[in-house]
């Protein structure tokens, strides 16, 4: 279902930013109407789906839209997610 996939895509984010120690915030926008809200606000138009409203994970760096999920595992394919983040990357990572 879209919902396991969802929480699986939402796992590897949330589980590759921990192993790389980045820090971050998980914001629940099920059971969060605000973050909702917020995050539809805030994904640029361009990157809305043709119909309906974007699907989390969204990801933000703060106020920065950096992308979702297909735009962060591309990233990570390239090692270039500190890129994708607009994080300083630490010696030896892109």
């Known amino acids: 279902s879209s919902v396991s996939q969802i929480k699986k895509q939402q796992q590897d984010v949330m589980g590759f930013l921990a192993a790389n120690k980045i820090v971050f915030e998980e914001c629940d926008i099920a059971a969060n109407e605000e973050n909702r ?3 539809r606000e805030n994904v640029p138009e361009d990157s809305r789906p043709a119909t309906g409203n974007p699907l989390p994970p969204q990801i933000f760096n703060e106020q920065r839209y ?15 997610v500190y890129a994708f983040l607009g994080l300083t990357a630490p010696p030896g990572s892109k």
């Not at 950096?66 to 270039?80: I, K, M, S, V």
Request: aromatic share 22%; hydrophobic share 45%; glycine share 6%.
């Open 66 to 80: 950096c992308g979702n999920y297909q735009a962060f595992f591309d990233a990570r394919e390239d090692n270039a």
């Open 37 to 39: 809200m917020w995050m």
